[in-house]
């Protein structure tokens, strides 16, 4: 009993040290009070002692019954000193502690109408609506209470305008909101506050690379200097590098950022994707593998490390790592979806295909009103890659099938199946097929501008090119969207060997790119202009340009090696860039031709021929591999087999529309068939 008395003296003691602060100071402020009563402070402390006891029996040992207890002290304190502010705040935060957060609530609104400038009050209704919306889900209700939370914290900030914390969380609310203006403007006053906040600064940076806006957040970030930044910095940097993809200056920042915290494995794990992206495999696998070491329950890293080996043709390794990760996870759709693509790259076609078959049927549900979005997501890439399987099979029928499971998938899903459909008829050389699944696409979803465009160019492709042309140009409408018309315009003209009106185009949507992959595109498709022009230097120097933003493009490196090695120059280079694309993409039929074409023109012919036969099984209706094939025979003195193959060449040639015929190619290959059958007469006769 003698310890509860000492207690509450000592606590009475602080309480009125406090309660004096408060009412000293808010007198001075003239705040009105309705309807002003006697004040007995002894009495006000003796029950605010008494309410802080039970308080602290609620905190410390969990009994409920001394929270009313609690409550009613409280109560007895602020009827003895109605002006105490402390008093209300520590009720309302006792509300809070015990659940009743209506009661909190009143409890603070009710002091912010006696006073609208109590700081106290505003944070504590600041934090029980920051509280109320973690636990709410998405909708009209998280929206209320947003907004509730934004309106306590712009008075916070006007109350307590120097306060870095409220400036940040604000911004933060802000970004919640997507207004982002406002957002911008109280991140940068926070830094402006403390331009060595590291919080400050990254949550600013972070703003501006979510808004695509790279260049300020890499102005914001850089503009602390160097011996203030730490690892959390380094590794906000290396995260916009990445984004820039200037990925050897992200690798340079997360090195940093891992020297002054050698245990930040998010910061070994962007060091790991951008070493990654840089070419850098072995290096990347190394920090994978650390990674690993460091938390060997981690089965992401596991997947990450089986990515690499599936790129580098260890499929036996890739294997091994998948199945650690199933061993963590084995219910784990991803680690399933990874092994099939592993036995994809093995030509295991039909064990792949098992396994995406299971994977469409596990995310099946009884109702198209069942699926989340993310469900819808999920579902459409299982089922797009069994398609493809069925594609890379030339099981055309099988694919076309599979991908239509796609078109009830939601907006952007069923806009990929019918693409896919459409491109499955084309590799097919069903031109009628292709034209009346972009049909069905534009009257499913008549304002879908990609898809009407897709339908335009499929009859440009098989008829008079005018008018879809004229309707294409027609959806340009002086908005920042042209960029997408203009590309599409110059992929048309380039079809149709219109050279001139094709580099107009793509003239205009590279002034319209405002991201680096958008120029990107521009530069690759412009290098593929030139390049059907034959103007191979102009064309290697798009390509270039592609491969100084992204090192890791397949289809720009397969694309410069094929056409240096096509012409006979700079070979071993060829070579390497096509040897990078396929371990990029590995089972790229077009890049497996390349890669014997190469060889072909280096004079190894035995790893050609093991390389173009690969081709021809995964794409034998391809003139061009053929062709290959047919050269291959002829000069290894198989002439015959040469002449097969030519022969098949001819025959794709001719289920080609015109704008995807090389007539150049198909004159050369028609004449060393000529030749080859007069050669093969000759000799049957002689024999005879």
């Known amino acids: 009993m003698r310890r509860i008395v000492l207690v509450i003296l000592m606590i009475s003691v602080a309480a009125a040290a406090a309660m004096g602060q408060t009412n000293s100071s808010s007198s001075s402020e003239s705040r009105p009070v309705s309807s002003p009563r006697k004040v007995d402070r002894a009495a006000a402390y003796y029950h605010y002692a008494l309410a802080h006891m039970y308080e602290e029996q609620v905190t410390m040992y969990g009994r409920s019954e001394s929270a009313s207890k ?4 409280y109560r007895l304190a602020i009827e003895a000193d109605p002006s105490s502010e402390f008093l209300t705040s520590g009720l309302a935060e006792l509300y809070v502690k015990t659940g009743r957060i209506r009661d909190a609530v009143l409890e603070a609104q009710d002091i912010i109408k006696r006073d609208p400038s109590n700081l106290e009050a505003h944070k504590l209704l600041g934090r029980i609506y920051l ?9 009209n209700g998280s929206d209320n209470v947003l907004k509730l939370a934004i309106d306590q914290y712009e008075q916070i900030v006007k109350i307590e305008p120097t306060s870095v914390d409220d400036h940040l969380l604000l911004g933060r609310l802000y970004r919640l909101n997507n207004d982002l203006t406002k957002a911008e403007n109280e991140l940068k006053t926070a830094v402006k506050l403390d331009p060595n906040s590291e919080e400050a600064v990254t949550t600013l940076a972070i703003l501006y690379t979510d808004e695509g806006d790279t260049a300020h957040a890499l102005q914001v970030l850089s503009a602390v200097p160097d011996a203030a930044r730490s690892a959390k910095l380094y590794s906000a940097l290396g995260a916009t590098y990445e984004q820039r993809k200037e990925y050897k200056s992200a690798i340079d920042a997360y090195k940093k950022a891992i020297m002054l ?4 494995l998010d910061a070994i794990r962007g060091l790991a994707e951008n070493l990654l992206n840089d070419g850098q495999s072995d290096a990347a696998l190394e920090q994978y593998k650390v990674i690993a070491d460091a938390n060997p329950e981690d089965a992401q890293t596991y997947l990450r490390i089986a990515e690499i080996y599936r790129r580098q043709g260890k499929y036996d390794q890739a294997l091994e790592n998948l199945k650690k990760a199933d061993s963590m996870v084995p219910d784990s759709l991803e680690v399933s979806y990874n092994i099939a693509a592993v036995y994809e790259a093995q030509g295991r076609y039909d064990e792949a295909a098992k396994l995406l078959q299971d994977l469409v049927k596990k995310t099946e549900k009884s109702t198209e009103t069942s699926y989340s979005q993310a469900d819808r997501n999920n579902r459409a890439i299982f089922i797009e890659r069994l398609a493809t399987v069925y594609r890379e099979q030339e099981s055309y029928q099988a694919a076309v099938d599979t991908f239509r499971k796609m078109l009830t998938l939601g907006d952007e899903n069923a806009r990929t199946g019918y693409q896919n459909i459409i491109d499955t008829y084309r590799e097919a050389k069903q031109w009628p097929q292709a034209t009346a699944a972009a049909r069905e696409a534009v009257q499913k979803m008549p304002n879908d501008r990609d898809l009407r465009m897709v339908l335009a160019a499929q009859l440009a492709d098989t008829g008079d090119p005018e008018k879809p ?47 680096p992959e958008e120029k990107e595109y521009v530069y690759f498709l412009r290098g593929d202009t030139y390049q059907r022009q034959k103007k191979y230097e102009e064309a290697e120097a798009e390509f270039r340009k592609v491969l100084a933003f992204t090192p890791q493009s397949a289809a720009t490196l397969n694309y410069l ?34 890669l014997g074409w190469a060889y072909f023109k280096l004079g190894k012919y035995d790893l050609a021929e093991e390389n173009l036969t690969k081709a021809s099984a995964r794409m034998g209706s391809d003139p061009t591999v053929q062709e290959h094939l047919g050269d291959l025979y002829q000069k290894t003195g198989r002439l015959k087999l040469a002449a097969a193959h030519w022969e098949r060449a001819m025959e794709e040639w001719g289920k080609t529309v015109p704008a995807e015929v090389d007539t150049e190619a198909q004159a050369k290959v028609q004449q060393k068939l000529d030749a080859a059958k007069v050669r093969l007469a000759k000799e049957q006769g002689d024999k005879q």
Do not use: C, F, H
Request: negative net charge.
């Open 469 to 515: 042309l004229a309707d294409v140009r027609s959806m340009l409408k002086g908005a920042p969207e042209d960029r997408e018309v203009y590309v599409r315009l110059a992929i048309m003209y380039t079809r149709l060997k219109r050279w001139s009106e094709a580099e107009q185009a793509l003239a205009k949507a590279e002034q319209m790119a405002t991201k």
């Open 131 to 139: 509280r109320s919306l973690g636990d709410m889900p998405g909708g």
């Open 261 to 264: 915290d050698r245990d930040n």
């Open 70 to 73: 609690a409550i009613e002290e």
């Open 561 to 594: 090696g094929y056409m240096n090695a096509d012409r006979g120059v700079k070979l071993d280079e060829s070579l390497n860039y096509i040897k990078q694309a396929l371990t990029l993409e590995p089972n790229s039929g077009a890049y497996l031709d390349s």
